[in-house]
């Protein structure tokens, strides 16, 4: 039995120090990984660069000049848009069946109107800044409405 302990312990001897000869090479290396401090740089220089312009963009941006709107049967798609004020809205009919685009909220307020149409377009300016809603005189304000917010 003791004959091969000794051995065995020789030879863990020598994979010890093999080893830690290894290890010590190895652990040299490391100091590429302490080199990343350019890599912590980027990482930390990119995402604060691009919150911070991203809200800039947002701040400057403004209502679109034009909108479409598309006059589909009992339904404007998309039914509310947003313009910057002189801004033209232009509607689109095309559905199977007849509508109109009033100004109004069941009611024609008189700012426009479209007259009953199944195809072609409809165009409106809106000069100045405010909420002006319209609907379908065929089917009614509950049926079909939308809004245009004037910016
Ligand atoms: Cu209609």
Redesign the pocket.
């Known amino acids: 039995m003791r004959m091969l302990i000794i051995p065995a312990a020789v030879s863990l001897a020598i994979l010890t120090s093999g080893c830690g000869g290894d290890n010590n090479q190895d652990m040299a290396q490391p100091f590429d990984l302490a080199s990343p401090t350019s890599v912590g740089a980027d990482m930390a220089a990119a995402p604060g660069a691009d919150l911070a312009a991203a809200p800039v963009d947002m701040a400057t941006a403004t209502a679109p000049t034009t909108a479409a709107i598309t006059v589909m049967d ?1 339904f404007y798609t998309p039914a509310n848009v947003t313009i910057a004020a002189g801004g033209t809205v232009t509607w689109t009919f095309a559905g199977a069946n007849p ?1 109109t685009v009033t100004s109004g909220a069941g009611t024609p307020t008189g700012m426009f109107d479209s007259g009953i149409k199944s195809t072609g377009t409809f165009s409106f300016t809106f000069p100045t800044a405010g909420s002006v809603g319209y609907y ?1 005189m ?2 009614g304000f509950a049926v ?1 409405h939308g809004t245009v917010t004037v910016q």
Do not use: K, L, P, R
Request: aromatic residues 0%.
């Open positions: 009992n509508h379908c065929v089917h079909m």
